[in-house]
């Protein structure tokens, strides 16, 4: 299977259903009353986390994905039936964004994890729910709303607790299968490893650390050079890092800053990371003048020095890594943010005037074009087609004095006013 950790969908969650006009009809009663019943909502479209996934492929070639909308009311008061949802699952570490404007919605961390990115409309009144004291047989009613709708990208970055990183060759692999339930592919050429491979690793009490095994890093990674720029971005939640350096290379210590460099230029957030500095591959030859030359750039750092294919020294990594996992979540878990202790917070709801909102241009002699959300959410609402309704949207033209503005601009009884998809006649 093709590895896709990027992909772009349409999103459209239902539309609400309509209510309707409906009267009782029974033997024995001369004017049965309203009985018309609810448009039931839209279904929403649902985003979940799913530990069993780790690929967005499927989704590559899924680009559409549209909720149910919600039924229409009936007689004797019987609501529609909502429309069904639709759950996307998406592996953990997904990024949700708006496609038009980059910002993020969500990121989807945690197992079964549900994000409601479009919601459905909701259900429009029949004339039942109108009925009152001062009107005993409305004919009131209204459509549904409709379903949000959005342009989306998912942007899959892995969630490892260790990124092991290197060159080509490094024996990432090799060390992840070593240490971790992994079954990653190895072989000593370049690219083996296509997409991150994942391993977990159990210490302690009933402790588990997730090691990730990051492909394709090599010099001009970031930007854009062999497969590194596709995968640099799931090294941003590892909190640490392993950088294997083969001693198979020629000099060590390039090795070691031709990938350093590649995360100083992708993030400099990256480089403040715990890192352990590791030399794989000693099983070749372990006195080697090229490690003595190598450890004399790092002075106060501590160089591990292993084989992954025998298993040498790992134990004495890994038990230096438990010790950093550990303080790292108990540092954590230890910041507590007391700036707003005993604040209590009023959170004032602005409402919109929309009046102020309201624009209305001429567009031709006797054409004047209403640029209103307030007023196009009403014209979708409020079928025109009752005296009830019509007197009901007549009064939501009157609140914003639409035909009082359009008569100051020169218009006349007559001329048409155009709101949405609607063409009215001024009066």
Not at 124 to 133: E, I, L, Q, R, Y
Not at 308 to 326: F, G, M, R, T
């Amino acid at each position: 299977m093709i590895f896709v950790d990027e992909c772009k969908l349409k999103l459209k969650a239902g539309n609400g259903g309509n209510g309707v006009v409906s009267w009782r009809h029974e033997k024995h009663v001369a004017e049965g009353g309203p009985d018309g019943g609810n448009g039931g909502n839209g279904g929403n479209v649902i985003f979940e986390g799913d530990h069993n996934l780790n690929n967005l492929y499927e989704l590559k070639f899924n680009k559409y994905i549209f909720a149910q909308n919600g039924e229409n009311g009936k007689g004797e008061k019987r609501n529609g039936h909502n429309g069904n949802d639709i759950i996307v699952k998406v592996p953990l570490g997904t990024s949700v964004y708006n496609a038009n404007t980059n910002e993020i919605i969500d990121d989807i961390l945690i197992d079964k994890y549900q994000k409601i990115v479009c919601n459905g409309g909701k259900g429009g009144w029949g004339n039942a729910f109108f009925k009152s004291a001062k009107n005993r047989i409305p004919t009131l009613h209204e459509n549904g709303d409709i379903g949000d709708e959005i342009d989306v990208i998912l942007k899959l970055k892995y969630i490892a607790d260790v990124g092991v990183i290197g060159l080509p060759n490094a024996g990432k692999s090799t060390f992840v299968n070593a240490i971790t339930n992994s079954k990653a592919k190895i072989g000593n050429y370049q690219f083996t490893t296509l997409t991150p491979n994942l391993g977990t690793y159990n210490f302690g009490d009933n402790k588990t650390i997730v090691f990730a095994d990051i492909p394709g890093l090599i010099e001009g990674a970031s930007a854009g050079k062999g497969l590194g720029h596709e995968f640099l971005k799931h090294i941003e939640r590892c909190e640490i890092l392993i950088h294997l350096v083969s001693l198979e290379n020629e000099n060590l210590f390039d090795t070691y800053n031709a990938i350093n460099n590649e995360l100083k230029l992708y993030s400099s957030a990256l480089i403040n990371k715990k890192i352990f500095i590791v030399i794989n591959k000693i099983d070749i030859e372990e006195e080697n003048i090229k490690i003595i030359e190598f450890k004399k750039h790092f002075k106060d750092q501590k160089i591990y020095e292993i084989s992954a294919k025998n298993k040498l020294n790992l134990d004495i990594l890994l038990k230096d890594i438990e010790q950093s996992y550990v303080e790292f979540y108990a540092n954590k878990n230890n910041i507590v943010d007391d700036t707003n202790n005993n604040i209590k917070v009023i959170e004032l709801v602005q409402e919109i005037d929309y009046a102020k909102e309201l624009q209305i241009k001429q567009i031709s002699k006797n054409t004047f074009l209403v640029d209103s959300k307030y007023l196009e959410y009403w014209s979708n609402k409020i079928p025109l087609d009752t005296d009830d309704n019509m007197i009901r949207f007549n009064q939501k033209l009157a609140n914003l004095k639409v035909e009082e503005k359009i008569k100051e601009m020169g218009g006349k009884k007559g001329d048409t006013m155009v709101i949405g998809k609607l063409e009215l006649v001024v009066d």
